[in-house]
Nanobody, 124 residues
Framework: QVQLVESGGGLVQAGGSLRLSCAGS????????MGWFRQAPGKERQFVAA???????????DYADSVRGRFTMSRDYSKNTVNLQMNSLKPEDTAMYYC??????????????WGQGTQVTVSS
């Protein structure tokens, strides 16, 4: 059974930092794009960041405009883990954050694999 398990959410003041981790199990994620979406109450789920598969053994980081320069993605291929370092957090970053994985270069809300979510709350 394929599972994605997130950890690292919490409550932080504006300007602070948090690090989210997502551990995949049940299959190898070679050739998969893995990343993060977030969803605030009453809003649609939106893309945050991902490590995208470019082909072969090549991957690259991709970010939403709203987080570029503040958030950094990393991936431990041996452990099927992706991490999201979030710095300079803003109250508008408050949301439930979900890890997702999809084969290929795209990562959409139709991705086949999702974690259960971890809450990030940024106080002003």
């Amino acid at each position: 059974q394929v599972q994605l398990v997130e950890s690292g959410g919490g409550l932080v003041q504006a300007g602070g930092s948090l690090r989210l981790s997502c551990a995949g199990s049940g299959r190898t994620f070679s050739g998969y794009t893995m990343g993060w979406f977030r969803q605030a109450p009453g809003k649609e789920r939106q893309f945050v960041a991902a490590i995208r598969w470019r082909g072969g053994d090549t991957y690259y980081a991709d970010y939403a405009d709203s987080v570029r320069g503040r958030f950094t993605m990393s991936r431990d291929y041996s452990k099927n883990t992706v991490n999201l370092q979030m710095n300079s957090l803003k109250p508008e970053d408050t949301a439930m954050y979900y890890c997702a994985a999809e084969r290929g270069t795209v990562l959409t809300t139709s991705a086949p694999y999702w974690g259960q979510g971890t809450q990030v709350t940024v106080s002003s």
